[in-house]
C-alpha cells in the first residue's frame, strides 16, 4: 500500500473507523440529536426545492419568450446548469439515504448492526458505478456550493465590482475544498477491498484490510 493511501486508512479509521462519530450522532441529546438534525436538513432542502421551483416559475413568467438569440456573457456555467445539477444532486440524495441510512442493502445493514461504520462506508463503494456516481454528484454539488457562496455575498450586498474577484476565488477554493474531502475517500483502501465485521478489528491494527469475496 502506498504511503498516501495509508495515509488515507489512517484518517478515515480515526475519524469514522472508531465510530467516534457516528457514535457521537447518534447519541447526542439522548438520541434525538440525530433526528433532530435529520428534520433540519429535511426541512432546509424542501424550502430550497420550493424557493427554486419559485424563482424558475417567476423567471419565465417575466419572460414567456426565449431570446432569439441566447449570448450570455455575465452568468456562470454553474449558474446556467443550476436546474439540471439540482436534479442529479436530488436524485443521488435520494439514493445515499436509502443506501446508507436506511440501508436497503442486506450486507450493509448487517455491517450497521454490528456498530462497524467505517466498515460499512468502505462496503459501499465496493460498486464501482456507485463510487462513479458518488464523484459525479460531488462535482456537480461543489459547482452548485460554488455558485451559492458568491450568491450570498451578492444578496448581502457585499459583492462589489471591488470584492467580485475575490469572492469569486473563495466561492472556488471552497468548493475544491469540499470536493477533495469528501471524494478522498475513494482513494482509500476500501476501494479496492471489502471489508467484513469478522475482519475489522485485524483490519485497524495494520492498515492492511483483508479482501474478502463480494456477493
Request: glycine share 6%; net charge positive.
Amino acid at each position: 500500500m502506498s504511503p498516501s493511501n495509508c495515509s488515507l486508512c489512517r484518517f478515515w479509521h480515526s475519524s469514522i473507523g472508531k465510530n467516534h462519530y457516528a457514535h457521537f450522532l447518534h447519541t447526542m441529546i439522548h438520541g434525538w440529536g440525530i433526528w433532530m438534525f435529520r428534520a433540519t436538513m429535511l426541512v432546509a432542502l424542501a424550502l430550497h426545492i420550493i424557493a427554486t421551483v419559485q424563482l424558475t416559475a417567476a423567471n419565465r413568467a417575466a419572460r414567456p419568450s426565449r431570446y432569439e438569440a441566447d449570448n450570455t456573457m455575465v452568468a456562470s456555467k454553474s449558474s446556467r446548469m443550476m436546474i439540471w445539477s439540482g436534479l442529479i444532486i436530488l436524485a443521488f440524495f435520494v439514493y445515499h439515504i436509502l443506501h446508507y441510512t436506511v440501508r436497503i442493502d442486506p450486507g450493509l445493514k448487517q455491517l450497521a448492526d454490528y456498530g462497524e461504520n467505517w466498515a460499512m462506508t468502505i462496503a459501499g463503494f465496493q460498486c464501482a458505478g456507485y463510487a462513479l456516481f458518488y464523484i459525479i454528484a460531488m462535482a456537480l454539488l461543489c459547482s452548485h456550493l460554488s455558485h451559492g457562496v458568491g450568491s450570498i455575498f451578492q444578496t448581502l450586498g457585499l459583492r462589489t465590482k471591488k470584492t467580485a474577484p475575490a469572492i469569486a476565488l473563495l466561492s472556488k477554493v471552497y468548493a475544491v475544498v469540499v470536493f477533495i474531502g469528501f471524494s478522498s475517500i475513494q482513494g482509500s483502501p476500501g476501494s479496492q477491498t471489502l471489508i467484513s465485521p469478522a475482519t475489522f478489528q485485524n483490519t485497524s491494527k495494520n492498515c492492511t484490510p483483508s479482501p474478502t469475496p463480494c456477493h
